[in-house]
């Protein structure tokens, strides 16, 4: 009975340690490869412990000219999809105007539509227009497929923002734009910083919309599904490691700087 009752009271942690243990078996997996030293081609079984593909993490010329593309194509989205969705998000919390309740649905439909889907469509577009696929077009579909999520971080904060301390700082004196710089964006940040590290991870991390898209660009993912036909090189774990390391490092910062935002908003004058 004592072990069905421990059973009872712990059972969510119990399956939130599962299902998060589900998530991060296959990182594990890819980060224990990351030290093998496979006889071959394939890396799938394990054969010894070395730090030689750790030493040499940036030896391969093709790899790193994909990875480089990869970051310099989620950075130009991610400022990009960052700007444009803010100001979306802004405008449909704060403003009423002609079709914004058309507008807060059809935000969310690129979030829902399969990626196929968007890929094969935005292909027919640039076809039609006549533009040649490459870095341009990946650009203009990751910052397409990006906004959606950027809008719906952004205006979760400012559904729950005090519009109150803007206008104190008016009666202070501030002008609309130094309220806005010195009390709406330092409150929004953490809720900025969230959208432009999902849309940065989201952008890295496409694989579809990018196949349809690329034209000859090869992206991370596309070197990854291309070298997976005659075997995938250990560095390919090793920076697929050092990516994961960096996300984590960043959204620590960011759910620590939120919370510090959220104190800074709770303070209130006697």
């Known amino acids: 009975m004592k072990a069905w009752r421990w059973l009872k009271d712990h059972a969510i942690a119990i399956y939130g340690g599962l299902a998060i243990a589900y998530m991060l078996v296959p990182i594990a997996v890819i980060a224990v490869f990351s030290f093998n030293d496979p006889e071959g081609k394939f890396n799938f079984t394990w054969r010894g412990f070395t730090f030689e593909h750790w030493s040499n993490a940036f030896g391969i010329e093709e790899l790193n000219d994909a990875l480089s593309t990869s ?10 999809a960052t700007i444009l969705g803010t100001l979306i998000a802004m405008a449909l919390v704060r403003y009423e105007f002609f079709g914004r309740r058309p507008a807060n649905f059809l ?9 196929v889907v968007i890929g094969a469509s935005l292909l ?4 039609y227009v006549g533009v040649a696929t490459g870095f341009a ?4 579909a ?12 952004v205006r979760s904060r400012l559904i729950g923002f005090d519009r109150g301390l803007e206008e104190a700082a008016a009666d ?20 900025l910083i969230a959208a432009a590290l999902l849309a ?13 898209n690329s034209g000859q660009t090869v992206t991370f993912p596309l070197f990854i599904f291309g070298a997976s036909q005659r075997g995938i090189p250990v560095e ?14 960043a959204m620590v910062a960011v759910v620590t700087q939120q919370r510090r935002a959220d104190r800074m908003s709770a303070v209130r004058p006697d």
């Open 71 to 80: 970051i310099q194509l989620a950075a130009l989205s991610t400022v990009g």
């Open 107 to 115: 935000i969310v439909i690129p979030m829902a539509t399969p990626e």
């Open 124 to 127: 027919s577009m640039f076809v």
């Open 137 to 140: 077009t990946l650009l203009i």
């Open 142 to 153: 990751h910052i397409m497929f990006s906004i959606s999520f950027v809008v719906v971080v």
């Open 172 to 191: 202070l004196g501030a002008s609309p734009l130094t309220a806005f710089r010195t009390v709406t964006l330092p409150l929004l940040a953490p809720g």
């Open 200 to 212: 940065f991870v989201l952008s890295l991390d496409d694989f579809v919309i990018s196949a349809f």
């Open 236 to 249: 390919v774990n090793v920076l697929a490691t050092i990516l994961f390391i960096l996300t984590v490092m």
